[in-house]
C-alpha cells in the first residue's frame, strides 16, 4: 500500500477494538491502515520481570507509554494541577503496542449481563449521577460476543453459570481447572450456597486457531505470554488482517487530529510517523479506538470551524463520564499453603452478588484472582505488619504461598464531571496538548465497594484464614477523591439515542459527523461488574459490520 494514497478506512489505536475493526474491514474487502503509537511486542524484550511490570504502578511500563514523550495532568478539585507520568496510578494509562492490553491482561472474557444494559430501568434515577440505560439489549449483543468468543478464542463452561445471560454457543475451548486455591474456595463457596464456576479466559485451555495451549505460567497478568498462549488482538485478527493485504499497520505512528472539509466531514488524519515527520493519511471513514481516555483526547483536539470546540463535541459531552473499576474484596492469610501458584491465578468466580442485592446498584464478581509476585505481595498485608527490616522478610518468607484472595471490580455511577480535557499548557513530544483528567467517583462506589469486600470477608472467614482484612475497609481511600479509569477506563463517548447526551449512536458512529466511529471502552453507557474488554470487542465486531453495509462499496 503507497504512504498515504487515499484509503477506506483509519483506524486509530491497535487493541482490542482496534484490531477487531481492522480485521473485519479488510477482510470484507476495504483497504485499511491501522495506526499505532507504540510498536509489535517482542516477548524477549518484555520479560517476566517483575520489577518492569505493567502492573508496578511505582515503576515504569514494560510496555509504555513512554511518560516522558507522554506527559498527563492532574486537575485537582481546587484548581492545582500536577504533572503525572505513566508509572503513577493517577495517569490511568493503557499500554502502547500492538494488541495495547490485550498483550498483556489477565484475559478474563466475561459477558456483561442483560441487567448491565439496563440499569436506570432496573433501579431507578441515581442522585448525582448521569446513569442511563443502554441504547442496545443484551440480546442485540449477543450473536458478537458469540463472534469474539469463537474468532479471538475463549475458554470456559457456559453452562456452569446460573446467572448468564442466555447465548446460542457455547465457549469453543474447554475451562481451565481450578488451581489450589480455586478449588479450596470454590468448595467453600459451595458450602455456603454460593454458586462457583470457572472463569471464562480468553487463553488457550487447549490448542487453538494455531496457537499452543497456556503453560499455566504464574506470571500472566501484567506480562506477555511466552508461548504464545494469550488471545490478544496483535495473535489473532490483526495477522489476519494482515494476510488480505489490504491492511497496512503503522507503528510508532501518533495521531494528532482528525481532519475535516467545509462541510464538516471527515477527510482523514493528521499525524506523526516514526521519524517524528508530520504526515496526512487521506480515508473515506475514520474508527477511533485509541481507550477512553486518549480517544476523547483525539476528538478534543480536532477543532475546526464547524467542530470548535472539538469534533463530536457541539454538545459538551467528549471526555465526561469517564469510568474505571473499583477493583474491592478481602484478603486472607491461612495457617496453611493455600497457593501452589498454576497459573494465572484467577481461575474460579461467583456472580452472586453481581445484581439484585437489597440498597446496591448493580454490584460485582469476585474471584480468587491473579498471583501477587513478590514486591506486589509486599503491599498487600494487615494494618501494622512490618514494611522494613527482618520483621518484614519474615513476613515475605512464611506467608507468600498463605495469601488467599476473593477480589472483584464493582459497577460504578457514571459522573458528568469526571472527565477528560485537554490542557491548556502542557504538551506531548509533538506539541499535541496532553489529557487532563479531573472530578471523582460517585459517593455510592465507595457503599457499594464496602458491600463486596464485606461478602469476600465473609467467604475467607469461612475457608479459616487466621487473619482478614478488607480491601474497602469503613474509611474511604484516597483513590475515591479522584476519577476513576485505570485500565478498564469507559465512558468518556458514550452511546446513545440522544445528542443532547451522548457523543455516539448505537452503532458508535458520532452523532455530528457521519464517517467518524468510535470502537472501544469509550462508548460503553455503564462499564459492567466485570473486565469490559470482551464487551469491547463485540461492539467493535458490531460497528465493523454497519461500517461496511453503509461505507464499502464492492
Given amino acids: 500500500m503507497d504512504k498515504n494514497k487515499q484509503v477506506q478506512a483509519v483506524v486509530v489505536g491497535a487493541g482490542a477494538g482496534g484490531g477487531v475493526v481492522a480485521k473485519t474491514l479488510a477482510t470484507a474487502g476495504m483497504s485499511v491502515v491501522l495506526f499505532e503509537r507504540g510498536d509489535w511486542p517482542v516477548y524477549d524484550a518484555h520479560i517476566n520481570d517483575e520489577l518492569i511490570s505493567q502492573r508496578t504502578q511505582e515503576l515504569d511500563s514494560a510496555f509504555g507509554p513512554d511518560w516522558k514523550k507522554h506527559p498527563r495532568v492532574y486537575v485537582r478539585a481546587d484548581g492545582t494541577r500536577e504533572l503525572l507520568h505513566a508509572g503513577s496510578g493517577a495517569y490511568n494509562h493503557v499500554a502502547a503496542c500492538v494488541g495495547s492490553g490485550t498483550v498483556s491482561y489477565g484475559a478474563m472474557a466475561w459477558r456483561f449481563m442483560r441487567e448491565d444494559f439496563r440499569l436506570k430501568t432496573i433501579y431507578g434515577p441515581v442522585e448525582g449521577s448521569t446513569l442511563e440505560d443502554w441504547p442496545i439489549t443484551y440480546d442485540d449483543l449477543e450473536p458478537y460476543y458469540e463472534q469474539a468468543e469463537w474468532e479471538i478464542g475463549v475458554s470456559g463452561d457456559a453452562a456452569a453459570n446460573p446467572f448468564a445471560s442466555p447465548r446460542q454457543r457455547p465457549y469453543p475451548m474447554p475451562p481451565f481447572e481450578y488451581n489450589r486455591d480455586g478449588r479450596y474456595l470454590a468448595e467453600v463457596c459451595q458450602r455456603m450456597g454460593l454458586h462457583p464456576f470457572p472463569i471464562p479466559m480468553l487463553r488457550n485451555s487447549v490448542a487453538y486457531n494455531g496457537r499452543a495451549a497456556c503453560i499455566r505460567n504464574r506470571t500472566c497478568c501484567g506480562y506477555a505470554c511466552p508461548v504464545d498462549a494469550k488471545n490478544g488482538t496483535q495473535n489473532t485478527v490483526i ?111 461467583i456472580c452472586d452478588y453481581n445484581h439484585h442485592n437489597p440498597g446496591i446498584i448493580g454490584g460485582g464478581l469476585l474471584a480468587n484472582e491473579f498471583y501477587l509476585l513478590p514486591y506486589a505481595f509486599s503491599q498487600n498485608r494487615p494494618f501494622g505488619e512490618a514494611r522494613w527490616g527482618k520483621a518484614h522478610k519474615d513476613y515475605q518468607r512464611k506467608n507468600f504461598y498463605r495469601l488467599g484472595r476473593m477480589i472483584g471490580p464493582i459497577q460504578e455511577m457514571p459522573v458528568w464531571e469526571a472527565r477528560v480535557t485537554v490542557d491548556p499548557e502542557v504538551k506531548d513530544y509533538w506539541g499535541i496538548p496532553v489529557v487532563a483528567l479531573s472530578g471523582s467517583r460517585h459517593p455510592l462506589d465507595f457503599e457499594h465497594c464496602r458491600f463486596l469486600s464485606i461478602k469476600a470477608e465473609e467467604i475467607l472467614k469461612e475457608a479459616g484464614a487466621v487473619r482478614i482484612w478488607r480491601h474497602t475497609g469503613d474509611k474511604k481511600p484516597a483513590s475515591f477523591y479522584g476519577p476513576s479509569g485505570g485500565q478498564h477506563q469507559a465512558g468518556t463517548c458514550r452511546m446513545g439515542n440522544d445528542p443532547a447526551h451522548s457523543v455516539v449512536n448505537a452503532y458508535g458512529q458520532v452523532h455530528d459527523v457521519d464517517n467518524v466511529f468510535i470502537a472501544d471502552g469509550s462508548v460503553l453507557v455503564t462499564n459492567g461488574g466485570f473486565n469490559p474488554v470482551l464487551t469491547i470487542m463485540a461492539l467493535a465486531y458490531r460497528t465493523s459490520e454497519y461500517i461496511i453495509h453503509h461505507f464499502h462499496s464492492s
Avoid at 508530520?278 to 476523547?296: L, M, N
Avoid at 457541539?314 to 477493583?327: E, M, S, T, W
Wanted: proline share 4%; charged share 20%; with cysteine.
Fill in 239 to 349: 495477522p489476519i488482517a494482515l494476510a488480505t493485504g489490504r491492511c497496512e499497520v503503522r507503528t510508532q505512528s501518533v495521531v494528532a487530529e482528525i481532519l475535516t472539509n467545509n462541510k464538516g466531514e471527515a477527510t482523514g488524519v493528521r499525524y506523526f510517523d516514526k521519524e517524528g515527520k508530520e504526515q496526512i493519511q487521506p480515508a473515506d471513514v475514520v474508527i477511533v479506538s485509541g481507550s477512553a481516555t486518549e480517544t476523547a483526547r483525539l476528538l478534543l483536539n480536532s477543532r475546526s470551524k464547524l467542530h470548535p470546540n472539538g469534533l463530536g463535541n457541539n454538545r459538551d459531552c467528549v471526555g465526561r463520564n469517564l469510568q474505571g473499576h473499583a477493583y474491592t474484596g478481602a484478603s486472607g492469610l491461612f495457617d496453611w499453603d493455600i497457593l501452589d501458584f498454576v497459573g494465572p491465578g484467577a481461575t474460579m468466580a
